[in-house]
């Protein structure tokens, strides 16, 4: 991917610019660290286990460039890099990583009425074990809004989450937790139409079926309010 090839030239424009010699004859590693930005430990073992680049050896800029294409191919880090800094006899190799975090447990879920826990867990698809980030967590969240939204009529549904370290567990196991806000549902009480005079209120009615007043199928339930239909209804009357 041409991502890769990019990583590459960064480093060698870095040694250029720093005055090192991109050959890797010339060049020696002096040794190689990790670091962490994200707020998942990271298992400083667990990236040196994955990578060719140890102290001592040449310097090779297409094996870093592997390096960090293999760290991100474990799918446990949201982002790796990988930098030079010049010491006395060589270089040291810096990779900077953002490690995922692995869940411990089965996803709990809070606030939820209308679906149930298997439900949600069932549209979050995420078992103990599998790797998560903020990415993945809004993309499964979302589906859980999504299906309040337009299964159960719910407009203001929200889902958010909570991940908690594991005391004393590997480092980046979690527990997680979604938060549901169901929110209101609306019913439609009346719907009037204006500037309508091409078109009978009658027949506007018909095309969204509303039922008349005096049908006593509407006097003891309402319609659930939902922005689709509403949509689309406008839509039909456009179009008549």
Not at 2 to 19: E, F, P, S, T, Y
Not at 53 to 59: F, K, P, Q
């Amino acid at each position: 991917m041409k991502r890769w090839g990019a990583v590459a030239w960064c480093l060698a424009g870095l040694l250029l610019a720093r005055g090192f010699p991109v050959r890797a004859a010339e060049t020696s590693v002096h040794d190689v660290r990790v670091v962490n930005t994200g707020s998942i430990p990271a298992d400083e073992q667990f990236v040196l286990s994955h990578i060719q680049t140890v102290a001592g050896r040449e310097l090779d800029t297409a094996q870093i460039s592997r390096d960090v294409k293999a760290l991100l191919g474990t799918e446990r880090f949201t982002t790796v890099t990988a930098a030079m800094e010049p010491v006395t006899n060589g270089v040291v190799v810096v990779f900077t990583v953002n490690p995922r975090a692995r869940l411990s447990e089965t996803v709990k879920v809070t606030g939820n009425h209308k679906l149930s826990d298997r439900k949600i867990r069932a549209l979050v698809e995420l078992q103990p074990g599998d790797v998560v980030d903020d990415h993945v967590l809004a993309v499964r969240a979302r589906k859980v809004r999504d299906e309040y939204r337009h299964r159960k009529r719910c407009p203001d549904a929200s889902v958010r989450w909570e991940t908690t370290p594991v005391p004393g567990g590997d480092p980046g196991l979690v527990t997680l937790k979604l938060i549901v806000s169901e929110g209101t549902r609306y019913r439609l009480g009346e719907i009037t139409f204006e500037g309508n005079t091409g078109l009978s209120e009658g027949d506007m009615r018909k095309a969204r079926r509303i039922r008349p007043w005096w049908n006593p199928a509407g006097w003891f339930s309402k319609p659930l309010c939902d922005a689709t239909e509403l949509s689309a209804g406008r839509q039909i009357i456009r179009d008549m």
